[in-house]
């Protein structure tokens, strides 16, 4: 039962790089996240999705891009990589109204 | 649009005495109210939630209450103990989960 995994844990970048961070469910969730969590702060809400096909701006989309192609996979990608998106990055994923979101472990991304 | 705020930021008790953390809401229509904890290098974990129905709920030594009419619901944890130290956050949602910024808790032997 894995629950939510992310791939990679860790990562470091060079400025201007592009990368994909890759979140699987096997919880057949409709919902998932990505989330940003800098040091001693709280969650922002990068991007999310709704289904399968749809994808949504959260609070912090500058610099992101993602993609649903399959329900189980939510996939952020970074452009062209800057040192302010150096931080923690989870993803999370929920059933239909109301139920708890369910995170994965993060992946820790330094960008030089 | 919602906005969450959580108190304290940092909260330290002598292990075996009670813990309450507290989160005001704003928007009225939020009905869902859940409540994470955050060990080190973990992503958060929900350790109980509350909907909007309901004022009060209890799992072992934690408990949370709720009060619609001023927008705020608490965290207790009874006999703290060291596997208790962590970051907690508070969350309300509309159509969206919206966070609080946490709250450290520091269980002192």
């Known amino acids: 039962n894995a629950g939510v995994t992310q791939t990679p844990k860790f990562r470091v970048l060079k400025t201007g790089q592009s990368m994909t961070l890759l979140c699987a469910q096997d919880m057949n969730h409709e919902y998932m996240y990505w989330y940003r969590q800098d040091p001693g702060m709280g969650l922002r809400l990068i991007h999310y999705?709704?289904?399968?096909?749809?994808?949504a701006k959260g609070e912090v989309p500058d610099g992101y891009n993602v993609s649903r192609l399959k329900k189980q996979n939510f996939l952020l990608g970074l452009e062209s990589a800057a040192p302010s998106q150096t931080s923690v990055y989870f993803c999370a994923s929920r059933g239909t109204n109301p139920q708890p979101q369910h995170f994965g472990d993060g992946t820790r991304l330094s960008i030089l | 649009g919602e906005n969450v705020e959580q108190h304290p930021s940092t909260l330290s008790v002598q292990e075996g005495d009670s813990a309450v953390i507290k989160c005001t809401y704003s928007?009225?229509?939020?009905?869902?109210f859940p409540w994470y904890k955050q060990e080190l290098g973990k992503g958060p974990q929900l350790i109980i939630d509350i909907r909007s129905n309901v004022g009060e709920k209890k799992d072992q030594r934690i408990a949370v209450t709720l009060n619609k009419t001023a927008k705020h619901f608490s965290l207790h944890i009874t006999e703290t103990q060291p596997e208790d130290s962590a970051v907690y956050f508070c969350?309300?949602?509309?159509?969206?989960?919206?966070w609080g910024a946490g709250t450290k808790l520091i269980i002192k032997p």
């Open positions: 999705s709704v289904g399968e096909g749809t994808t």
């Open positions: 969350a309300a949602q509309d159509y969206q989960l919206i």
């Open positions: 928007d009225s229509a939020s009905n869902y």
